[in-house]
């Protein structure tokens, strides 16, 4: 019999793994670094994977991998508390690469010494490569390099020895009979000027690793992975119109076709044209199945009365999660002469949310209860799907757009799950979810037209409820502020206000009190962030 959706067993996780490519695991000792070492490996196009320091022995032997790394962390060895991974790792004969805390780690670990550095070195520095090795091939003899450490290695273990050193302090060691080196300096951040190299020659000449790991390969296996596991089961997707739910359906739909059903929810909090520009989108360009559901006015009545910003994401989330379910159910059940079907849920969960829940620091304080379109309802105990799992965001762009998908979907900016609404301070209404929606579309149409777009982490407007006096020809007004928010930002943890031109400024504020009435001041949010957040709720 088929199995109902609500029915299935405990979600499995669906990952795509590593099997069939070179592999390089990255043990994570906390360092703010070590995304950006699984990065520099990548753009070798060799899989990289980050596990947190305590993974047990079993679980990186089951990834094969060709070399393990060693991250910094801000701890001392002798800390009470220090993470540590199983010291067995390092007679594996898997080649090793120690970094920072790495290094530390590894000198205590096979009888070495490390203590408090006389001097905390932080920032630049310049190191001296006193012995040859294979590490260092085709490198200056001396490296401009980023240091950020409190202690230092004393006494070496037997069989290590020097391989470069600054004017204070020992800045490398090896010892290659057990294939292991390490560094006291970071080579994966830009600083280091020769960094990329180092990481090269450990990664595809001291381990050889193969450089296959591409889009296009990627595409493959995870598309053969997907038809494998959901076989004739079904599946369905939440999608927001961003990039990560979108690359996921369509991948998932090269897999299993039609029996990819995505839902698209209007919860009346989108942007203008929003709800019919991506119905259109997704079928006409990507060919996906989509179930466009308008429960504008369910949210909207959720919505009634309701001020405190995280009362508004609860509202939105539940409701969501309320017509997600009315819709899977619907479709499960129209599925079901297909006999055995299973029910699964296509997520488009990225790499860094992979790796911040499985950190060695655990998951980030909640500073806001983010709600994301397509997050699991818990009761549903759909099996997952999450094909982007392994990747990060510029990886989640360069597949979708080896799979054909248009820019105009891959380069688009964040918009938060609960939409306008955390954009309209105090009430959400029909009525002021209106006016925001001409003014932002007039933000983002200037930013376009000026070609700001793409240089901008996020560009839109922010409707407050603070009403002013103005005149208008010879009428007095009195009407809502908007407030214009423009940040760059890398990955949205820490952002600068964008310097947007005057003329671009201009041309939003006269454009915006001369077109939407109900607004007739604009002002322009300058807060970076910290201590601001991108959005006002
Ligand atoms: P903040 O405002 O915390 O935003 O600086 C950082 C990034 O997260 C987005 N954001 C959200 N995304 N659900 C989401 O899916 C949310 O509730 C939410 N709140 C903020 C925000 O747009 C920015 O890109």
Redesign the pocket.
Known sequence: MRRQHSESTTPAAFTIGSVDTSTIVILDFGSQYTQLIARRIREFNVFSVVLPCTAPLDQIRALAPLGLILSGGPSSVYDADAPAADPALLTMGVPLLGICYGLQFIVHHLGGRVEPAPAREYGHAQVDIVAETPLFRGLPQTLDVWMSHGDQAKTLPDGFVLTAQTANALAGIANQARRIWAVQFHPEVAHTRQGVELLRNFVLDICGAKPDWTPEHFIHSTVDRVRAQVGSGHAICGLSGGVDSSVAAVLVARAIGDRLTCIFVNNGVLRKNEFAKVQKTMREQLGLRVVAVDASERFLAGLAGVADPEQK?KAIGNEFIAVFDDEAKKIFESAEHDGDAIAWLVQGTLYPDVIESSSVKGPSQT???????GGLPANMKLKLIEPLRDLFKDEVRRIGRDLGMPEEILERQ?????GLA?RILGEVTAERVALLQEADDIVVSEIKAAGLYRKL??SFAVLLPVKSVGVMGDQRTYAYTCCVRAVESED?MT?DWAPLPYEVLRAISGRIVSEVRGINRVVYDITS?PPG???WE
């Open positions: 994401r500073i806001k209860s983010h709600h994301n379109v964040p918009f938060p799950g609960p955390v982490w996020q949205g952002a962030k957040t991108i959005e």
